[in-house]
């Protein structure tokens, strides 16, 4: 049984930074597509950037476009995501995902459903 532990969240004013972590372990396959969601209170699970097939595929949601960057080690078993310029609605739980085919069909990846491995998410609060 695979896992992915997540690590990096915290509190920080608008316009500051934090770098996420997610570790995998025990996966053979299913770390071809790795992600970053988040869940504000009362709001449902969003994606907000994607990696696969080490490295050929990224994309990110509009809204953290041009301030995160989502990057993979090259034996696919850890995903960082660097978020600058952080605001106060990027606060929420952040989760790993990871999926073997979740990020190749374009835009099916920013649906929660489409990932069968999550971790147990780490909180990112800004302040303003």
């Known amino acids: 049984q695979g896992q992915l532990v997540e690590s990096g969240g915290g509190s920080v004013q608008a316009g500051g930074s934090l770098r996420l972590f997610c570790a995998a372990s025990?996966?053979?396959?299913?770390?071809?597509?790795m992600a970053w969601f988040r869940q504000a209170p009362g709001k449902e699970r969003e994606g907000v950037a994607v990696?696969?097939?080490?490295?050929?595929?990224?994309e990110y949601f509009d809204s953290v476009k041009g301030r995160f960057t989502i990057s993979q080690d090259n034996a696919k078993n850890k995903v960082y995501l660097q978020m600058n310029s952080l605001k106060p609605e990027d606060t929420g739980m952040y989760y790993c995902?990871?999926?073997?085919?979740?990020?190749?069909?374009?835009?099916?990846?920013?649906?929660?459903?489409?990932?069968?491995?999550w971790g147990q998410g780490t909180l990112v609060t800004v302040s303003s």
């Open positions: 995902a990871a999926d073997v085919s979740a990020c190749t069909y374009p835009g099916v990846w920013r649906v929660a459903g489409a990932w069968n491995n």
């Open positions: 025990g996966y053979t396959y299913s770390t071809n597509c």
């Open positions: 990696v696969g097939s080490g490295g050929g595929i990224t």
